[in-house]
């Protein structure tokens, strides 16, 4: 029985994930000169983010409200469904006003001035320590649970963990929408795996245990009276909070997407599947006969020991090492990319300063240095750590809603827009919020400690920067438009030559019908402008090739019927940058089936004879 059923279970996932990888677009696509990231892309970077929280949040919320947690951990599911919307109506009014990504930070400045918006990133920082800190902790005790390590060699695992993935981002190497596609899939696979041997192999006592816990708080709300009841409500929701930390990675990507509707499919392709996962696996685990006093760090990896086998829970543990440093290293991007933008709109430039590999390595530093010092102040405990991240979430999710109702009671009112939710609902989730935070914070001092000392110091460092070097007297650097190319080439009859180039090597002759190209980094100064036909579009997504893939998209779109030829230089540059530009190149091979309605060539330009500078680009070779 249970031979067939994985068969064909996996077969099923299997015939799925074909389907998947074979689907064009899949994860981004070019339009207008940009490159955007599907619905799909950024909601698989968040469910990423929120599978980790599968091998933490179950056995802290057993601790403190028992197997009340089963009921809670699934009433919670249904409150961050209901707080997602919410977030989808914030990314359509920050669009509406011309704001892209940021989330709670630029919503509540916004909404509420520097001030609240200090508070926003304060909380956001809290949440990013710790989401690197309860991951690395959490990956360091699945991945080694069935190794004898002592406390000393853990702990430099745990160092290990954190100064490894500094390491990584400072040399600039991050994983991409397709790495995290990759790794979604094997976790899929293995998740499935595990909830399928959960079912087949379910103790004979753990239904009882989850009608239990339902029974408990039913008859504990009908029968202690209304102050009993939210008291219970809110310890209970409180508790389970961690189950779903995360959620507000898809707003803070709201930038990457080509507009709100796509944060709203992502946010129900989560709620389809992290937000029925989560409960269902923290339903089996807490029920099974475990002694959850001994396996709070490792309660997955035991339960799938005891549903499978041991090697089956060394797959399970193995891969929640990767996912939980995987969130690691998101933790390190998505602060660094915080961190820019509050540096960027203050002037702070010290803090900007990039290396050659384009990363943000005083920032890299800066934050491993935090995460370190957290550990060692906490000495690596997961229980801790778990109180402490919860304060800061909260505190987020309250700044969000609190924002929103202002919004909405006094700015809003008479705006026009599509999406639209309830106040009064809106008013009630605040509320709910609100009482969570207030009992974290009167009992988790831990976390209220944290949170309160870096509200404290980003206050009494940000609000001087605020009023000297606020965005109002910055100067907005303006790059050229797609379009203004497209216009220039449109007005030219005849072949079209598209030529790439490099910042700082363009020799642009006043050809009709030849335009340069270059692209820059955000985090550099913008090239100068050569010559009239010289465009400097910056670079999307970090990406320089999905950004030329733009480019060749509206290319090959508004320009159909005509004779368009793109010019690519040859490398001549040092060995090392010749081994990068190798698999650069080997991109560039893939774009003439891509674009079948363009003409390619990687030209060379001979150094000794100057004159051909003067030719027209259909017979001059490009230098990268």
Partial sequence: MTFLVLF????????????????????????????????????????MDELTSIFYAPAEAHRFIGT??????????????????????IAQILENHNIRGGGVYSFSYFV???????????????????????STVSAVINGTAFLPLGHMAEYGLILGVIWGIAGLNILGIRENARVTFGIFLVA???????????????????????????????QSVAHGGLPHG????????????????????????????????????????????????????????????????EHEGDLITYWATLVGNVPFGVVVGLLGSIILIMAVNTAYVASSELLERVAHRYRFDWLMATNRRESLYRIHVLNGLMYTSIIFVTEGSQAILAEMYAV????????????????RYFQGTKEIREYHTSRTGTLLLELILVACFIYLALHKPYGTGLWAAVVTVLLAAGIPFSRR??????????????????????????????????????????TPGTVYITFFSPRRPMPERVAPNHYRFPIYGGSLYRSIQAILQLLQEELDGREVHVHFGWPTSSWLDRMAVGVFVWNLMRLPRVFPKLDFSIDYLRQAEPARAAEPAAERVASS
């Fill in 8 to 47: 064909w279970l996996n077969l099923g996932l299997l015939c799925v994930f074909v389907a998947l990888t074979m689907r064009p677009g899949l994860l981004g696509f070019a339009k207008g000169g940009k490159w955007y990231l599907t619905w799909f892309a950024v909601g698989l970077i968040t469910l």
């Fill in 68 to 89: 009340q947690a089963i009921f809670f951990i699934v009433a919670t599911s249904l409150l961050i469904r209901v707080l997602s919307t919410r977030f989808v109506e």
């Fill in 112 to 134: 509420l001035g520097p001030v609240a918006s200090f508070v926003a990133v304060a909380s956001i920082m809290v949440d990013y320590i710790l989401t690197a800190c309860i």
């Fill in 188 to 218: 899929s696979l293995v998740l499935m795996n595990l909830i399928a041997l959960g079912l087949l192999h379910i103790s004979p006592e753990s239904p009882g245990v989850m009608l239990e816990s339902v029974r408990s708080v039913t």
């Fill in 230 to 293: 939210v008291a219970l409500v809110t310890v209970g929701i409180a508790s389970c909070i961690l189950a779903y930390s995360g959620i507000e990675s898809v707003i803070q990507t709201a930038g990457l997407v080509e507009n709100w509707r796509d944060i709203a499919r992502a946010y129900w392709f989560l709620a389809l599947t992290v937000g029925i996962v989560t409960p269902l696996i923290s339903a089996l685990a807490l029920s099974a006969p475990i002694n959850m006093r």
């Fill in 392 to 407: 800061g979430l909260l505190a987020s999710f309250c700044i969000n809603v609190g924002c929103l109702l202002i919004y």
């Fill in 469 to 510: 070097y606020g965005p109002e007297v910055a100067q907005v650097r303006r790059s050229d438009y797609p379009m203004e190319m497209l216009l220039a080439l449109g007005e030219v009859d005849g072949p079209l030559h598209v030529c790439f180039r490099r910042p700082g090597e363009v020799e642009a002759a006043e």
